[in-house]
């Protein structure tokens, strides 16, 4: 198996794990998962929700996100950022594409790669990655091995 070949076959395994870690939120109106990976290995995981300690409801009364709800990107960066592990170099897989906040995160974090399942109807996330020389790897259909 080419390079090439290989990397997407990893890269739609690693998108399947992201949507099953999705599966862990809260949110009602969409859940999002992501991992980062570097050299190999799963150095960080996150999910969208809330804030450690605050109740698990991430939407109001009227079905609107909370504010203070955290992207899943925004979750798995701010976890490595706990651990002993860097994500500079890193790939990061989401079940959606990022927003323009979670961009500036990932390159702030170093990640240097993200490729995504679902593309969110706002890209200028996307087009700020572009813009940081982030490699940026949309795969739509994660059924596929």
């Not at 999910?47 to 605050?54: A, C, E």
């Not at 979750?75 to 890193?90: F, M, Q, Y």
Request: glycine share 6%.
């Amino acid at each position: 198996m080419e390079q090439s070949q290989k990397q997407e076959t990893l890269d739609r395994r690693y998108l399947r794990m992201a949507a099953i870690w999705a599966e862990n939120s809260y949110c009602q109106r969409r859940k999002v998962g992501a991992i980062i990976v570097k050299d190999s290995m799963i150095i960080s995981d996150g999910f969208n929700g809330t804030p450690s300690g605050f109740e698990n409801v991430c939407e109001d009364e009227a079905g609107i996100t909370k504010p203070y709800v955290l992207h899943a990107e925004a979750n798995a960066i701010t976890k490595v950022a706990r651990s002993n592990n860097s994500s500079d170099g890193a790939t990061l897989y989401i079940t959606a594409s990022p927003c323009m906040e979670c961009s500036k995160l990932i390159i702030q974090a170093g990640i240097k790669r993200v490729v995504y399942n679902e593309l969110y109807r706002i890209t200028d996330g996307l087009d700020l990655l572009r813009r940081a020389g982030i490699e940026c790897v949309h795969i739509p259909d994660i059924t596929q091995p």
